[in-house]
């Protein structure tokens, strides 16, 4: 069975109403422990947990690098991690990230000299769509890439915010130069996503969606360049424009 969806009985009303069958996507409520504590509870889209575990890490600032990751033990719904020696963890119950849990965090700005082509954001956003299987196949999940000189690595989730963490997760594995890269994603721009970006360098992020105010507030203080309403060949820049050729 697919972890990602699932066979549902429905009725579909159109002029008339059938029996038939529809494919829903999967949530899953995990509890992430860290050294003993718990950090967290997330509904999720129960796949590509390590990616998720190790980019929520990082781009939360729980850990610096890949190797202050001792074990990761994921199983049915928690997700056990041990850390070497770190300061007393915040304990934060962070359900499905209701609210900003970012405000008490200083931003220190993006250092990146990446500038991108206008046609190379259009190209990686309809990409990004076609590789999107799991959203074609039931519109529950969100999508993110995370786009390289050389990479482009999607990861899918019922949680927009997760689904960065994941594509953030992955990229630390395989060492990707986050400064270097950008992001492509569906879903607003609020600020707990812009922070994420922010925390590991990334310094553009693209979607379809709208941003909110608090989003480009965070936005144009930490120097990453925040384009929306991406669609038809044409897209809106919020902040720091500079790094879109035109």
């Given at each position: 069975?697919?972890?990602?969806?699932?066979?549902?009985?429905?009725?579909?009303?159109?002029?008339?109403?059938?029996?038939?069958?529809?494919?829903?996507?999967?949530?899953a409520?995990?509890?992430?422990?860290?050294?003993?504590?718990?950090?967290g509870?997330?509904?999720?889209?129960?796949?590509?947990?390590?990616?998720?575990?190790?980019?929520?890490?990082?781009?939360?600032?729980?850990?610096?690098?890949?190797?202050?990751?001792?074990?990761?033990?994921?199983?049915?719904?928690?997700?056990q991690?041990?850390?070497?020696?770190h300061?007393d963890?915040k304990?934060?119950d962070?359900?499905?990230?209701?609210?900003?849990?970012?405000?008490?965090?200083?931003?220190?700005?993006?250092?990146?000299?990446?500038?991108?082509?206008?046609?190379?954001?259009?190209?990686?956003?309809?990409l990004?769509?076609?590789?999107?299987?799991?959203?074609?196949?039931?519109?529950?999940?969100?999508?993110?890439?995370?786009v390289?000189?050389?990479?482009?690595?999607?990861?899918?989730?019922?949680?927009?915010?997760?689904?960065?963490?994941?594509v953030?997760?992955?990229g630390?594995?395989?060492?990707?130069?986050?400064?270097?890269?950008?992001?492509?994603?569906?879903?607003?721009?609020?600020?707990?996503?812009?922070?994420k970006?922010?925390?590991?360098?990334?310094?553009?992020?693209?979607?379809?969606?709208?941003?909110?105010?608090?989003?480009?507030?965070?936005?144009?203080?930490a120097?990453?360049?925040?384009?929306?309403?991406?669609?038809?060949?044409?897209?809106?820049?919020?902040?720091?424009?500079h790094?879109?050729?035109?």
């Amino acid at each position: 069975m697919n972890k990602m969806f699932r066979k549902t009985n429905i009725i579909k009303v159109k002029e008339e109403a059938h029996h038939t069958e529809d494919l829903v996507a999967i949530d899953a409520k995990m509890e992430l422990l860290v050294n003993g504590k718990l950090l967290g509870k997330f509904y999720l889209s129960p796949e590509d947990l390590e990616d998720f575990t190790i980019g929520y890490l990082l781009d939360e600032r729980y850990i610096n690098a890949l190797s202050d990751v001792k074990e990761i033990i994921i199983n049915s719904d928690t997700i056990q991690v041990s850390l070497s020696e770190h300061e007393d963890l915040k304990t934060d119950d962070l359900s499905c990230y209701d609210g900003w849990v970012h405000q008490d965090q200083s931003i220190s700005p993006v250092v990146s000299d990446l500038k991108v082509e206008k046609n190379r954001i259009i190209d990686s956003y309809q990409l990004l769509i076609e590789k999107a299987e799991v959203w074609s196949k039931t519109g529950g999940t969100h999508v993110a890439a995370l786009v390289s000189e050389d990479q482009f690595i999607v990861r899918e989730d019922v949680s927009r915010h997760v689904a960065v963490d994941k594509v953030i997760g992955a990229g630390l594995k395989v060492g990707i130069d986050f400064s270097e890269s950008f992001i492509v994603c569906s879903g607003r721009i609020p600020p707990d996503r812009v922070v994420k970006l922010a925390n590991v360098g990334i310094s553009i992020m693209v979607t379809k969606a709208a941003p909110t105010v608090e989003g480009l507030r965070i936005g144009e203080k930490a120097g990453i360049t925040l384009i929306g309403f991406l669609r038809d060949g044409r897209f809106n820049i919020y902040t720091h424009p500079h790094r879109i050729i035109l």
